[in-house]
């Protein structure tokens, strides 16, 4: 399995947000008879040894084994937890995985690894023109571009490429050959009975 690691690679899993609509933690959902972010942190073993959980209480998460990171940023979202990984890795990009992503697989998560390239970012992109900057790649030459948005109270994810001097990548599915189903994300009750129902 070690052959197939990517050693530039290191992953987050975003799992620090309030899960309002679901009413309870979304990262602990019960999906495939475990906790939906012991589903993700498995794809993500078989692409790097160096897997990160970004949230301010550890606690939840002990049962991983895996280092939990808090935003130095606290309050400004995944823009936070990205920017607090960044500077935790010592590696060149940065996988980045929103915890209610059910149907996110280590082929697909794989391909866009290999679409950055020379990009600062690749961003997969559903049929419906929707970005999804919560389950992309991010080079470390985007650091100073979310410091910057950061201190000045931007918190939009793809803020960062606004000035132009980073070159991001949209992916779009035909391309990354993902289905838009794979980026299905679970915010509520609904979401998940409907996802238990019909899996995808």
Not at 149 to 164: E, H, Y
Not at 193 to 198: F, L, N, Y
Request: glycine letters at 6%; aromatic letters at 6%; one cysteine or more.
């Amino acid at each position: 399995m070690k052959d197939m690691l990517i050693p530039d690679l290191s992953a987050v899993i975003l799992a620090g947000g309030q899960s309002r609509r679901m009413g309870r933690n979304k990262a602990l959902l019960d999906v495939d008879g475990m906790p939906l972010i012991q589903k993700l942190a498995h794809e993500l073993e078989l692409l790097t040894d160096q897997i990160f959980i970004s949230a301010n209480d550890p606690v939840p998460f002990a049962f991983l084994r895996l280092p939990v990171i808090a935003d130095l940023y606290p309050g400004r979202g995944p823009l936070g937890g990205l920017h607090s990984a960044i500077l935790r890795s010592n590696r060149p990009m940065m996988l980045l995985l929103a915890c209610d992503l059910p149907g996110v697989q280590e082929p697909f998560l794989r391909r866009l690894v290999a679409a950055i390239k020379e990009y600062d970012a690749v961003i997969p992109q559903t049929s419906d023109s929707r970005v999804h900057p919560l389950c992309a790649v991010y080079r470390r030459s985007c650091l100073p571009a979310i410091e910057q948005n950061l201190k000045a109270g931007r918190n939009k994810m793809t803020a960062i490429f606004d000035s132009g001097l980073l070159k991001v990548r949209y992916l779009s599915a035909g391309k990354g050959s993902f289905r838009d189903e794979d980026l299905c994300n679970l915010n509520s009750p609904l979401d998940l009975r409907e996802w238990k129902r019909d899996p995808r």
